[in-house]
C-alpha cells in the first residue's frame, strides 16, 4: 500500500495544483489578444493575424465557443506533460520528474500563464512533448506534436530551424549523434510553416497584417526617428508614413513595439502601402550603421540576452490571473471557490512584488549552463547526448527571439525558461540527495 501511495502521490500533487490554476483562474484568464481569439471563435471570421490553427484550437476544446474552462484544462495539462516528458528525457525517474513538474507548474510563470488563454502556452507544451519524443526515438510521434505545436505561432518553424541549426552545427563541430534530431526538427519546421497556410486558406481566413510582419524593423526606426527629431534624414520622412504626433513620442520608448502601434498618429493602412519603402530604408541603415541598428533593436531584446551583455529585463507586463474589462462577451472571473481565486491572486502578487528579478530569460538560462557544465564535468554516467540536446535547445530558441523582438515579453522565451528550471531544479534536487547520503540524515 506505501509503495503505491509513494508511486501515485506526486501524480496526485500535480493534478492538485492544475486543479488550484484552473479554479483560481476560472473561466480562464483573458488579455486583449485572448478576446480578439475568442471573437473569432464565435463568429466563424477567421483573421490570421493569430494563427488560426489556435483559433481552431481553442474551438475544439471549448466545445465550439461553449465552455472556455476546458480550454484551461487543457493548457495546463499540455504545458505539465510537457515539462514531465522533459524532465523524465534527462534523469530517468517518472516520481522525481513529477514532484519537479509540481513545483514549477505551482510558479505563476508556468501555473498562471497556462491559465491563460494565449497561444504560447500550447506552442511550447507541445514542442516541448515533441523534443522529448523525438529524444525517445518516437519519431512520427515527436514530428506531429513539434508541427502542431509550432504551427500555433507565426515565427514558430523559425524557432524550430534555429534549433536544427545549432544542432547541426554542434554535430558538425563535435558530437555527431545529435545529427539525426536535425532533419526531424526541420521537416517538423517546414511542416508547420506549410499548416498555418493550409489551414487558413481552408478557412478562409483574412490575411495578417503586414506590418505585424515587419515591426521590429519599423519600431527600429521610428526608435531612432524619436532620439532625434531635429534630423531631417531620410529615416524621418519613411517614419512620417506611419508613425506621428503620440505614436511617435511613444516610440521613444523601445521596450515594447505597442506603444507606437496602439497610440493616435499611427497609420497602419499607409505602412502596408509603403512596407518596401520601409524595409529599403531599414536595409540601409543595416549598410551604413550596423552597430546603431544592433543598439536599436537590443533594446527590445534585453530579457532574452544573458549577463554581461544585458543589465536585464525593463518590463514590467508578464502574465496577469483577468479577464480584461470592458469585453463585448460579457466575461469576468467567476470562480467556484472564491477563497482558491484569492490565494492564487496572493500568489501571483507575491511573485510580482517579490521575484519579478527571476524572469529574466537570459539570467535562468545561464545560471542553467553553469548547473549543466558542472553535471557533465562531475558525472560520467550522465545521459550526455540527451542533456547536450537541450542545452543546444534551450539557447537556439532563446537567441531566435532577438532578431524579430518587438517587446520584452517573457511569454515568448518561455521554452527556454522551462527548460533552463528543469535544469536547475534537476541539479538542486540531486544536490539534495547526495548531501543527504553523504552525512546520512
Known sequence: ?????????????????????????????????????????????????????????????SFGGVFLPLVSAAQLLILSCGILLTTYSLIKNLVLSTYITSIIMLAPTAGALAAT?????????????????????????????????????????????????????????KNKSLLHYFWKIVAAGALSFLLIISVSRLVDAKPASTWLTWSPAMADLAYLASRTPNDASNIHETVALYSSGES?????????????????????????????????????LIKSDPRLVLRLHLCRAQAFIPPPFSTGPSYYYWTQMIVIQPNDFGLAPSPPIQKIRDLGLGVWKFWDTNLKFLLWPGL??????????????????????????????????????????????????LLSYLVAQIVIFITLVESCIFIKRKFKF
Open 248 to 284: 511617435l513620442a511613444r516610440s521613444a520608448d523601445c521596450t515594447n513595439v505597442n506603444g507606437m502601434a496602439f497610440s493616435s498618429g499611427f497609420d497602419q493602412s499607409l505602412l502596408n502601402q509603403k512596407i518596401n519603402q520601409i524595409t529599403r530604408e531599414f536595409i540601409n
Open 117 to 173: 488563454l494565449w497561444k504560447d502556452v500550447p506552442f511550447v507544451g507541445l514542442i516541448l512533448i515533441g523534443l522529448s519524443l523525438l529524444n525517445r526515438k518516437s519519431n512520427i510521434l515527436g514530428v506531429m506534436a513539434l508541427t502542431i505545436g509550432a504551427s500555433f505561432r507565426h515565427n514558430g518553424w523559425l524557432m524550430l530551424f534555429s534549433i536544427a541549426g545549432l544542432i547541426l552545427i554542434a554535430s558538425v563541430l
Open 1 to 61: 500500500m506505501k509503495s503505491k501511495l509513494k508511486v501515485f502521490l506526486p501524480f496526485i500533487l500535480l493534478l492538485l495544483i492544475n486543479s488550484f490554476w484552473l479554479f483560481a483562474s476560472w473561466p480562464i484568464s483573458m488579455s486583449p489578444d485572448s478576446l480578439d481569439v475568442w471573437g473569432q471563435v464565435l463568429s466563424g471570421n477567421y483573421r490570421n493575424d493569430h494563427p488560426v490553427t489556435y483559433t481552431i484550437f481553442v474551438k475544439i476544446f
Open 364 to 413: 535562468i538560462s545561464l545560471i542553467s549552463s553553469f548547473a549543466f557544465l558542472v553535471k557533465l564535468s562531475r558525472r560520467a554516467n550522465v545521459n550526455k547526448d540527451s542533456w547536450v540536446f537541450w542545452f543546444l535547445t534551450m539557447w537556439a530558441a532563446l537567441f531566435s527571439l532577438i532578431p524579430w523582438s518587438n517587446a520584452q515579453d517573457f511569454r515568448y522565451a
